[in-house]
């Protein structure tokens, strides 16, 4: 009740503020609660949903229902892809380095949701403009929802390595948020076209948004940053140049050998995912629909075997962890080699997906570990940085994909649009989904086995000074340019 004298409201407003005031001071101490937890992993839903549905469906819904020429929508996705990979650096750079009273990364998020959502819904909803209008609608609002998207999801991946400290606490926390994700690959593959069948492009835009907002309002409840001395971290990064920084990151070994071994794993998915309906067609003799009964399988799976690769993970850390995962991921693959049925080529994707789950789950808790290294090494934690970085190099994936698939099609005789195909192309396209994935995979193997950094790193978060610097001479990476 407001005291004597006093306007009214005024009780309301300061209460207001109160909670404002709280919201804004968060700080998150020792580990995080399993609210927490699962609220974070939350924020993987509609990261994957929007990303899913956008990629699998926006070519077809412009070219198809819209009547824009396929050309001009290719030049279009090329310069969506070409946007998206020079974003990631630039925004986890700048998101490393600028403080406010609310955090680094999450008034970045908060700031990005709405954008996101609404862009996002406007993709689906273009104005009835004929096909160059068309084109430049495509441009700009895809513009405007790939910068959101970096800003908000590389943000929230950059608050994985602060909120989980140790090699333990990441593997149990990213499980949830794996499985949030696998869901919303799942139904932004096989539910948007339910939507867009029943309710229509627009209101499955709307549907979607609204899913994706609920979800990233639920996630803000398990993005708590830690307390930081922001004095001595300012005076750390006046000391530093961002080109420094930049270079220091592509010259971190830990990083490189990991962010190759990292690229080459997501070409090899992608080669996969491109594959499956050649393999249909020409190799297994099914239906078109019956790439769904081989893409399902490893879905079904790898859910399941998170949880599996989580305890692995804890077990022998992040470096040994790698080698499992590429080992049985490389084996799974070849056995697409074998099937001429499409019920054994499902088979198959059963085991492909274990090796899928450990990808998810093995690769952000690894390159967690190299930002540990690198702020024992420079004093800084550059999550940002690091994250952004490694965005940018497996952009690359889609490029070795449309190579490999192209170059091992033309080689074996594929003509495009033939009612009939030479045996020969039978034989490609089964290399191309069971060998070529493999060979990826090898030479990840190589570059996982070079990654620097062994052990488990259950070493806590914060540590002396003194300590610190010690733990940095002791580093692997101790010769790299840029000492503490």
């Not at 539910?191 to 609920?214: D, E, H, I, N, Q």
């Not at 799976?301 to 995962?325: C, D, E, N, Q």
């Not at 190299?370 to 690359?396: H, I, K, P, S």
């Not at 994909?401 to 033939?418: D, I, R």
Request: a positive charge; glycine letters at 10%; proline letters at 6%.
């Amino acid at each position: 009740m407001s005291g004597p004298g006093a306007p009214l409201g005024t009780t309301p407003r300061a209460s207001s503020g109160t909670w404002l005031v709280r919201l804004r001071d968060r700080r998150l101490d020792g580990v995080p609660t399993r609210a927490r937890t699962v609220a974070y992993g939350a924020s993987a839903f509609p990261a994957n949903l929007l990303l899913q549905t956008f990629s699998a469906f926006v070519v077809y819904f412009y070219v198809d229902r819209l009547g824009v020429p396929a050309g001009w929508v290719a030049g279009a996705m090329v310069a969506h892809g070409v946007l998206n990979a020079l974003l990631n650096p630039v925004v986890g750079a700048a998101s490393d380095r600028r403080r406010t009273r609310w955090g680094r990364r999450v008034p970045w998020i908060g700031l990005g949701v709405v954008p996101l959502v609404v862009a996002f819904a406007l993709v689906w909803t273009p104005p009835p403009l004929g096909p160059t209008g068309l084109v430049v609608w495509f441009l700009v609002v895809v513009a405007v929802y790939d910068v959101a998207y970096v800003v908000v999801v590389l943000n929230v991946s950059a608050l994985f390595p602060e909120i989980f400290r140790t090699t333990a606490e990441r593997a149990r926390g990213n499980a949830p948020r794996q499985v949030f994700g696998l869901v919303g690959m799942i139904l932004g593959t096989a539910g948007a076209p339910l939507l867009y069948g029943t309710l229509g492009w627009t209101w499955m835009a709307v549907a979607l948004a609204v899913v994706s907002l609920g979800f990233f309002v639920w996630s803000f409840a398990g993005m708590v940053e830690r307390r930081v001395d922001e004095a001595a971290v300012r005076e750390r990064e006046a000391g530093v140049r961002l080109a420094d920084q930049l270079r220091y990151t592509f010259a971190n070994r830990a990083f490189v050998t990991y962010v190759l071994g990292s690229l080459l794993l997501q070409s090899a998915t992608a080669v996969v995912l491109a594959t499956v309906p050649f393999s249909v067609r020409y190799v297994l003799g099914g239906q078109e629909e019956a790439a769904t009964l081989l893409l399902a399988p490893i879905f079904v799976a790898a859910i399941p075997s998170i949880l599996g690769w989580s305890w692995v993970v804890r077990r022998v850390g992040p470096r040994t962890a790698m080698l499992w995962v590429v080992a049985v991921y490389g084996l799974a693959t070849c056995l697409y080699l074998i099937p001429s049925t499409v019920a054994g080529a499902a088979v198959a994707g059963l085991a492909v997906g274990v090796g899928v789950a450990g990808l998810m789950q093995v690769l952000e808790v690894a390159l967690a570990q190299v930002v540990d290294d690198d702020e024992r090494r420079t004093g800084l934690r550059r999550e940002g940085m690091y994250f952004g970085a490694n965005g940018f190099v497996v952009r690359g994936s889609v490029i070795v994909q449309a190579v490999l698939v192209a170059g091992v099609l033309a080689a074996s005789g594929y003509v495009e649009n033939a009612p009939t195909q030479a045996g020969s192309v039978a034989t490609g396209v089964r290399l191309l989904l069971g060998g070529a994935p493999a060979l990826l995979a090898a030479l990840a193997f190589v570059c996982f086995w070079s990654y620097p950094l062994r052990g488990r790193g259950d070493a806590p978060g914060e540590v002396p000074v003194d300590e610190a610097v010690a733990d940095a001479a002791a580093s692997p990476t101790a010769g790299d340019p840029m000492p503490r």
